[in-house]
């Protein structure tokens, strides 16, 4: 069974940067989209970015492009999300999940799901 790992969340600044870590536990080829989400209290899940693990192609929602870069190292089965500029409404609870579709952005499309690491921006 696939099994999705978060880490790397905190407590930051804003202006600060930060970097999350996907590692996709379960075997070696994994899903072949990875992608991060984000709930911040009392909203619903949103998504952030995703990968493709065959070429590298990633996409973005409108709210973290310029600021939040993904990459992926293959040979460690891991996935980041490089965070700059935060800001405290990018505090949220990220979540990385697996699909098997390629530019999905809608949380139904995505099959498995990580614990959730917690990332608080302070004013």
């Known amino acids: 069974q696939v099994q999705l790992v978060e880490s790397g969340g905190g407590l930051v600044q804003a202006g600060d940067s930060l970097r999350l870590s996907c590692a996709d536990s379960?075997?070696?080829?994994?899903?072949?989209?990875l992608g991060w989400f984000r709930q911040a209290p009392g909203k619903e899940r949103d998504f952030v970015a995703a990968?493709?693990?065959?070429?590298?192609?990633?996409w973005y929602a409108d709210s973290v492009k310029g600021r939040f870069t993904l990459s992926r190292d293959n040979a460690k089965n891991t996935v980041q999300l490089h965070m700059n500029s935060l800001n405290p409404e990018d505090t949220a609870v990220y979540y990385c999940?697996?699909?098997?579709?390629?530019?999905?952005?809608?949380?139904?499309?995505?099959?498995?799901w990580g614990q959730g690491t917690q990332v608080t921006v302070s004013s």
């Open positions: 379960g075997r070696t080829q994994g899903w072949p989209v």
């Open positions: 999940a697996g699909t098997y579709t390629v530019g999905a952005t809608d949380a139904n499309n995505y099959v498995s």
């Open positions: 990968i493709t693990w065959l070429t590298g192609t990633s």
